[in-house]
């Protein structure tokens, strides 16, 4: 089914900072996840296995590497005007970059009117998360709603640390509290849960050029969606209803998916998320064909297991392999290799990412570590055992003791 009264409009020019340093030279939807993919193919996923086709991805910071993945990963069909079309920032209202959300999409106002869609989603490009978003248009539709915002149920007391939607019974939208430091307003029916914004909407069309229009010409505005424009729409009485991320389902649905939503924002958010992919039965299931999870295709080998003499054993447990890695003679436990890493001899690497081309010496030992691309770790290093001594050579230590090698990074 292809959904042609809406245009999906991607923001995807976050600097995610606190993922410093896997965002030193790229944006932080371009990061790799989970081997092979990254995390802007989440979403993407998300709109093409729901039927939305047209899609415009809105880059700005480094966007060098995420132009690149979604030029050769995502070729739609435009002999069926379906595209994954790039937006880079082009300043076409003044020389500044987007300064926020919101003027993001008015600095873009023209995509929007060259398409002429009757509904515009507007979602983000960095969480991890499956969903069939024609659910949410549909809801949208049954509901007349001027504006949809995604929500997803949380625990109360963790409220001070989102931007937190109230609702009524019907689940329109009552207040919207960013990090509210008081004790909010409980979903309807559920005095324990709150619901937290997902910063995911669908607007109708003249709504939003109407809002960004205006929001643009307030100087003291911070031009942004959560703290601005939705605030003045709820003041004016429209219509801004809440869809309950915790009722979506898709093909394939396991159990143990629904709800699923993760903002790897944070270094230790990002290496957990990884880690729970190897579970025998994960939250996230990245296997099922009912949900396809598309990504650019390498044109590499397979893995290879190098088991010479009953010392030298290239063996891996509870780990993902991507194409083009060799294990040779060494250990692998609770890791996740990209394409063309090479694993030598007599080295044991347990709880860890590795990204593309990295290459691990003789002897080495690695531990709760993320090493980023084009690294070549030598003979007898020993990484993640010993937090001064990592930081003194450089790398980068996060609060829950994750240590990150920075991309080519010279040992």
Not at 160 to 184: A, M, R
Not at 337 to 350: D, E, G, H, R
Not at 372 to 385: A, E, L
């Amino acid at each position: 089914m292809s959904i042609d009264d809406a245009l999906v409009m991607i923001l995807a020019g976050g600097e995610g900072k606190r993922l410093y340093p896997l965002t030193k030279d790229r944006a932080k939807p371009a990061v790799p996840f989970g081997g092979r993919y990254r995390i802007i193919d989440f979403v993407l996923n998300n709109f093409i296995n729901s039927g939305f086709f047209k899609i415009k991805v809105l880059t700005q910071y480094k966007s060098d590497s995420l132009s690149k993945h979604i030029t050769r990963g995502w070729p739609l069909s435009p002999f069926l005007n379906q595209y994954v079309d790039l937006a880079p920032a082009q300043m076409r209202t003044g020389m500044d970059w987007y300064k926020g959300t919101a003027d993001a999409i008015y600095q873009n106002i023209f995509h929007i009117t060259d398409e002429d869609p009757d509904y515009v989603c507007i979602f983000g490009g960095d969480h991890i998360y499956k969903m069939d978003v024609s659910q949410m248009l549909d809801f949208h539709k049954e509901k007349e709603a001027d504006l949809t915002i995604s929500a997803i149920p949380i625990p109360i007391e963790e409220a001070h640390e989102f931007g937190i939607i109230e609702v009524d019974d019907n689940w329109k939208l009552t207040n919207f509290v960013e990090k509210p430091q008081y004790k909010p307003k409980s979903i309807p029916g559920n005095p324990n849960m709150c619901l937290a914004s997902m910063g995911n909407y669908i607007f109708n069309k003249d709504i939003l050029l109407d809002a960004i229009e205006r929001d643009a010409k307030l100087e003291n505005s911070n031009h942004d969606f959560g703290k601005n424009v939705i605030p003045m729409l709820l003041n004016e009485g429209k219509r801004i209803f809440v869809y309950n991320f915790a009722q979506n389902t898709f093909a394939g649905m396991s159990e143990r998916e629904k709800g699923y939503w993760r903002d790897v924002g944070s270094i230790d958010a990002y290496w957990q998320a990884n880690m729970d992919l190897l579970d025998y039965d994960p939250e996230l299931n990245i296997y099922s064909q009912d949900w396809p999870l598309r990504t650019f295709n390498y044109n590499y080998p397979p893995a290879k297991f190098i088991w010479e003499v009953e010392e030298r054993v290239g063996m891996a447990t509870n780990s993902m392999v991507s194409e083009g890695c060799i294990v040779s003679g060494g250990g692998l436990s609770r890791c996740i290799l990209s394409p063309k890493v090479k694993v030598n001899s007599f080295s044991q690497i347990s709880d860890s990412i590795l990204m593309e081309n990295v290459e691990v010496g003789r002897y080495s030992k690695i531990r709760r570590a993320i090493i980023d691309k084009n690294v070549v770790i030598p003979p007898n290093t020993q990484i993640g055992f010993d937090r001064a001594e990592d930081e003194r050579r450089g790398f980068h230590v996060s609060a829950g003791g994750i240590t990150v090698v920075p991309k080519g990074a010279k040992l």
